[in-house]
C-alpha cells in the first residue's frame, strides 16, 4: 500500500540542463543520505540517485529523476525512494538575467496509485552569471509553490530561497563548484515541520574526463538552521559522489 510521505522529499537539485541544441544528459549519484529540499535528511542510509533529461530547442526540457535507498529491494519501502518528474522552461531576458519555469509531479511509490499522496510544485527562478576571469557567480532567487496532486495531503505551502553559486576554473585537473543559500520554508507543508529560516551550504568538485563525461567527486551537502525549529531539522550533513555524461 502507498504511504504518504510529505513533498519536501522532492530533490534539491534534479540533474536537468538545457541547451539551444538537443542533448541529453544522464547522471548518477550515490549520497551517504538523502537531504530533502527543506533541509531534513529524511533517509538516513545510504541512496542512488539517477536522472535523465534532454534539452530541447527554445529553452525547453524534460526529466524524470529517480531516488532509491540500497538498504533493501522494495522501491517503496522507506523514505530513499521517490519518482520525479520534470518539464521546464528557460529564457533570457532583459539582456542580463534569466527565467527558469518548471513544472515537477512528485511520485512517492507505489506508481500504481497515482495521483494518491502525489504532489505538483510549479517553481520559478530568476539568476545572472557573472564572468571574473576563471570564476562565475551566479546570484539566484527561487521560489516553489507546494499543490496536493489529489485530496489535501501534502499540505499547500512556500519554499522561498536566495543564494549564490560559485564556478572556479582552477585551470588543472578539475573544477570547484559550491553555493550557498538562505532557505525561509512557511511550515504549510505540515507533517510535523516548523515554518523557519535555514541555511544550506553545497560543495563539490567536478573531474571533466572527456568532452561529454565528468566525474563529480567528492561532494557535500550541509544544513544549518538559523531560527528555533521544534521539528526534526538539525545540524546536519551529507556526501557523495557521481557521474554525467552527455550525449
Known amino acids: 500500500m502507498k504511504k504518504y510521505i510529505p513533498l519536501i522529499l522532492i530533490p534539491y537539485f534534479a540533474g536537468c540542463s538545457t541547451s ?24 538516513d542510509e545510504p541512496v542512488i540517485q539517477n536522472d535523465i533529461s534532454i534539452s530541447l530547442p ?11 535507498g540500497i538498504n533493501d529491494t522494495d522501491l517503496s519501502g522507506d523514505l530513499g525512494d521517490e519518482i520525479d518528474y520534470i518539464a521546464g522552461w528557460n529564457h533570457n531576458f532583459v539582456s542580463f538575467a534569466r527565467l527558469d519555469i518548471s513544472l515537477v509531479y512528485i511520485n512517492f511509490l507505489e506508481l500504481d496509485e497515482m495521483p494518491k499522496g502525489d504532489g505538483i510544485l510549479p ?29 489535501e495531503r501534502p499540505e499547500r505551502g512556500i519554499l522561498s530561497r536566495a543564494g549564490i553559486k560559485h564556478i572556479w576554473d582552477t585551470s588543472l585537473s578539475f573544477d570547484i563548484q559550491h553555493k550557498v543559500e538562505v532557505l525561509y520554508d512557511d511550515g504549510a507543508l505540515g507533517s510535523g515541520f516548523d515554518s523557519g529560516v535555514l541555511a544550506r551550504y553545497e560543495l563539490g568538485l567536478t573531474w571533466p574526463t572527456s568532452e561529454n563525461i565528468v566525474i563529480e567527486a567528492p561532494s557535500t551537502r550541509i544544513i544549518l538552521p538559523l531560527t528555533d525549529l521544534d521539528d526534526k531539522r ?3 550533513f551529507v556526501i557523495g559522489f557521481g557521474i554525467r555524461v552527455k550525449f
Not at 547522471?27 to 535528511?41: A, E, K, L
Not at 527554445?58 to 532509491?68: A, E, M
Open 20 to 43: 539551444d541544441e538537443k542533448i541529453f544528459t544522464t547522471s548518477s549519484r550515490f549520497w551517504s543520505g538523502y537531504m530533502t529540499r527543506n533541509g531534513f535528511v529524511s533517509h
Open 58 to 68: 527554445k529553452g525547453f526540457y524534460l526529466c524524470l529523476w529517480h531516488s532509491f
Open 123 to 151: 517553481t520559478f527562478v530568476v539568476d545572472r552569471e557573472f564572468k571574473l576571469g576563471n570564476h562565475s557567480l551566479v546570484p539566484y532567487a527561487k521560489e516553489e509553490i507546494i499543490i496536493p496532486a489529489q485530496g
Open 234 to 236: 538539525k545540524e546536519d
